[in-house]
């Protein structure tokens, strides 16, 4: 049995131990979910940014499920990459801010998603495809919004 200033050092001792471990925890990200519900708060001229972090995360998130074989759950993952692209390329084009940084990280996601495609048995391949076609239009709609013809 431990005596009474023996298990206030222990108390003390599991607090401070505790405490220690929750500061030396990472601040985690706020959630994708999170990030998502901030969208339609935002005002337009953030929206664009917001859609590209959410793409770039889940497609960090498909990378990993394709990596684990678990397909079914890399294009769920693969599906937001593509709508947040799209949303991103919209609201950058109403808002004509972050339209080249945009154009940018859609660029390196197309990139990323191309190597990808080369790992993917033949049967997995086809939604990959297809996002990546969509993500090139989505840089070739921004382009064109960038550097319109006939203006100078």
């Known amino acids: 049995m431990l005596g009474l200033g023996h298990r206030v050092h222990l108390s003390v001792l599991i607090v401070l131990g505790a405490a220690l471990a929750a500061y030396a925890l990472p601040v985690a990200d706020p959630?994708?979910?999170?990030?998502?519900a901030r969208v339609s708060l935002a005002g337009i001229g953030d929206r664009p940014h917001l859609c590209v972090q959410i793409a770039e995360h889940q497609l960090a998130e498909a990378d990993k499920f394709y990596a684990a074989a678990d397909v079914d759950?890399?294009?769920?993952?693969?599906?937001d990459v593509v709508a947040y692209s799209e949303l991103a390329r919209d609201y950058s084009i109403q808002s004509h801010k972050y339209q080249k940084q945009t154009e940018i990280a859609v660029r390196v996601m197309t990139r990323k998603l191309t190597e990808v495609l080369h790992v993917l048995?033949?049967?997995?391949?086809?939604?990959?495809r297809e996002a990546i076609t969509r993500l090139q239009r989505v840089r070739d709609d921004l382009l064109a919004a960038m550097f319109k013809k006939g203006t100078k």
């Open 31 to 36: 959630g994708v979910e999170a990030m998502k």
């Open 73 to 79: 759950q890399a294009q769920t993952k693969l599906t």
């Open 121 to 128: 048995a033949h049967d997995d391949q086809a939604p990959v």
